[in-house]
Structures are given as C-alpha cells and as structure tokens.
C-alpha cells in the first residue's frame, strides 16, 4: 500500500470514521451510541475530552452525567479508543462542531436503504457468510471466524462470537449495519479496515442475519455486547495467532494485519 502522508484534518477525519461511526452518527440519529450533533451545546467540553478519552473511568467514578448515558444506551459502555490522546479528543471535538454545522453532515451515517429484504439477499447474504462468494474487498468470510446456527454442519470459527441472534441483539438493520460498515473492536477492526465491506454487501449479510435471527437458537450462550464491545479476554494474544495465520493462508497479502495495534 502506498503510504500517504495525511493532513492533519485528513488525520483527524480518518481516526474518526474508523473509530466513532460504528456507534455514532453527527445529525443521522442514535446508533449504539447517542448522535453526536452538536454535542457541545449540551455539554461541557473539559467533560467530553475526559469522557471521551476514558469512558469506563468515568462511568466508574460514578459522575451522574456517565451514569445516564450508560442507562439510555441501554447498560452498553463506550470502549476506550486505541491512540485516543488529549489533543485527538479535542481535534474530534473541532470536528463534530464544524459537521453540526452543516445541513447534512458526511457523517450522517450510511444511507442503506431500507426497501424490505428479498430472497436473493438472503441468498447473497448467506453465500458471502460462507466465502463461497468472496466479499469484493477482500476480507476473510465472516465463517472462519464466527457460526450461526443455520451453517450447523459446516462448523465456522471461534474466534468471533455466534452471531445466530446478532441482528437482534444488536438493535436490527441500522444500528448494525452502521457497525459493519466499519466495525470497530479489537479483532474486526484491523482486519476489516483494510478490507471493508462494500456498502453492497452490508444489505444481503443484514437480510442473512435477520432470518438467522427468527429461526435459529445460538448453540453457544454467555455472549453479551458488553463482552464483545469491552473486547475478548486474550483477544490481543488471539491477534497475533490470527496475523499468525492469516499470513501463512495469504501469503500474498501485503498489509500486516496487526499495524497499528498495541
Ligand atoms: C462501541 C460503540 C462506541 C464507539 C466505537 C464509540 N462510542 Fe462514544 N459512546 C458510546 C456509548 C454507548 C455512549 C453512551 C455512554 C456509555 O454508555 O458509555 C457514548 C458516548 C459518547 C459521548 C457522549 C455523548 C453525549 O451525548 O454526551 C461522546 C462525546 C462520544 N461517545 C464520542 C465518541 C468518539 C469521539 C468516539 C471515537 C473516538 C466514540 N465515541 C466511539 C458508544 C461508542
Ligand atoms: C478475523 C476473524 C473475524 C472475521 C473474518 C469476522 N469476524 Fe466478526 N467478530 C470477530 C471477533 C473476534 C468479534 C468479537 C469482537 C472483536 O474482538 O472484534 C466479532 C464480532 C462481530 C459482531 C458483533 C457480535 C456481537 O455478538 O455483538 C458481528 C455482528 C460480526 N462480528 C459480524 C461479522 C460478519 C458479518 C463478518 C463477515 C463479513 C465477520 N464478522 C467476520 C472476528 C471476526
């Protein structure tokens, strides 16, 4: 990959969309996370930086304010950000105003369109789960990491949880579809930011997973979103074992897998 030098702006743009738009949108409504239009307005800026910074330290210390996000997020913590410093909370901050500014913002979320699930998507959708048809940017199937109880006989990885009653659990087409749009926890992002979904793609895996949804009963129980959102004990050593792996299936790959990570 040629390496380009970012603007700072560009800097600040990328670290944003890689890392917040999975949960938020500026101006395009609540996802996992509050919309974050003009946040300022409702709240003290020193505040945010620390929030954003370290979510779980604050809800931790009890401050009343983290304590009602938490609750209308339903009980899901915000996760602490890699390579969130004081100075990127603040360039964050700068931008999210500047976007509240605008009638529609760029980060007003992904325009999926919301015409109702066909019989080809489900097809399309479930193939693409499989890797029997191979995801346009070049990503590893969503089998050799998780199962869903409709592939039974085909076993699938365990790296990733069942994702049998994904949709459902993580709130349907929108809140979900804005999280694989870029996925942002600790063993998705470094292999999916190099490799995205295309927005194509996100339709027919959400009409798969929402049939998987009704019909089918996770086999494995025990993960919750917070488990998945705080990240897997061991993940970082499981990372490794992946770049392990994944290098040796594609040797031709040329990213390292891990970059950027601790
Ligand atoms: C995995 C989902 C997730 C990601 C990723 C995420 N957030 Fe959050 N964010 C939340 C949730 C949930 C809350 C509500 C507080 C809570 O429950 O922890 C929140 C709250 C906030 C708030 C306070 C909003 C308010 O209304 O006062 C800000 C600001 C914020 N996040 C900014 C960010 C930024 C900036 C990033 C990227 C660096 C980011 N978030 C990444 C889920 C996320
Ligand atoms: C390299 C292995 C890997 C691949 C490939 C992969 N995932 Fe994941 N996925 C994970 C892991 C591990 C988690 C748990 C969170 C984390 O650490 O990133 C996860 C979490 C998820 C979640 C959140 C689940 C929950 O229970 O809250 C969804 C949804 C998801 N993956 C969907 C997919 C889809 C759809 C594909 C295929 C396009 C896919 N994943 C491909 C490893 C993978």
């Known amino acids: 990959m040629a390496t380009v030098t970012l603007t700072a702006q560009q800097d600040t743009d990328e670290f944003f969309k890689q890392n917040c738009t999975s949960c938020h949108t500026i101006g395009g409504g609540r996802l996992t996370g509050p919309d974050l239009k003009n946040v300022e307005k409702r709240r003290d800026r020193a505040w945010l930086i620390r929030f954003i910074q370290d979510p779980q330290a604050m809800i931790a210390s009890g401050d009343p304010e983290a304590q009602k996000l938490l609750r209308e997020a339903r009980g899901v913590v915000m996760p602490k950000v ?7 909370a603040a ?34 959708g479930r193939e693409l789960f499989l890797g ?14 998780h199962t869903v109880n409709g592939v ?23 809140v979900l579809g804005a999280w694989l749009a870029s996925p942002s926890t600790e063993t998705m992002a470094p292999v999916f930011k190099k490799h995205p979904i295309d927005p194509d793609e996100i339709l027919p895996l959400l009409a798969f997973l929402e049939t998987e949804s009704k019909e089918g009963t996770p086999a494995t129980t025990g993960s919750n979103i917070n488990f998945v959102l705080l990240g897997v004990v061991g993940a970082t050593a499981l990372l490794f ?12 790959v040329r990213a390292r897998l891990v970059r950027g990570q601790r």
Do not use: H, M, N, Q
């Open 241 to 252: 074992l992946f770049d392990y792996f994944w290098r040796r299936r594609f040797t031709g």
């Open 91 to 124: 360039k964050i901050l700068d931008l999210i105003a500047a976007e509240s500014k605008l009638e529609k913002s760029r980060f007003a979320g992904l325009s999926l369109s919301d015409r109702p699930f066909t019989e080809e998507d489900r097809t399309i």
């Open 152 to 174: 039974g006989g085909l076993g699938g990885g365990e790296l990733g949880p069942d994702l049998t009653d994904a949709y459902a659990r993580l709130e349907g087409r929108k």
């Open 82 to 88: 890699v390579g969130i410093t004081k100075k990127r």
């Open 132 to 145: 029997t048809r191979r995801l346009k940017g070049g990503g590893p199937p969503c089998l050799s990491c």
